[in-house]
Nanobody
Framework: QVQLVESGGGLVQAGGSLRLSCVASGSIFSINAMGWYRQAPGKQRELIARIPSGGTINYADSVKGRFTISRDNAKSAVYLQMNSLKPEDTAVYYC????????????????WGKGTLVTVSS
């Protein structure tokens, strides 16, 4: 099992910045990709940024050029630097960690944090 704990959310004015952090514990050796999702009120959860152990980092079009994801494997952590925040970025942000396919989980397994609220005021 993997446990994920997010931090860094809060209230910020439009144009401001926030940095989200997520620290993993437990069976961290099993983690492949880590990422950030968000869910705004009345909307579905959407992928914001994803960083695999090796390969290309992916960003949602809505955050490209404003958000940067990074990963510190030594600390089992993933970060999301959010700049030029907009009111439409207001959402609960969730950390995600995924494992590769295995005998027990043929499609891999996803783990989720409890989320951290980001509110951007206009």
């Amino acid at each position: 099992q993997v446990q994920l704990v997010e931090s860094g959310g809060g209230l910020v004015q439009a144009g401001g910045s926030l940095r989200l952090s997520c620290v993993a514990s437990g069976s961290i050796f099993s983690i492949n990709a880590m990422g950030w999702y968000r869910q705004a009120p009345g909307k579905q959860r959407e992928l914001i940024a994803r960083i695999p152990s090796g390969g290309t980092i992916n960003y949602a079009d809505s955050v490209k050029g404003r958000f940067t994801i990074s990963r510190d494997n030594a600390k089992s952590a993933v970060y999301l630097q959010m700049n030029s925040l907009k009111p439409e970025d207001t959402a609960v942000y969730y950390c995600n960690a995924g494992t590769p396919p295995s005998t027990d989980y043929p499609y891999g397994k996803d783990y989720w944090g409890k989320g951290t609220l980001v509110t951007v005021s206009s």
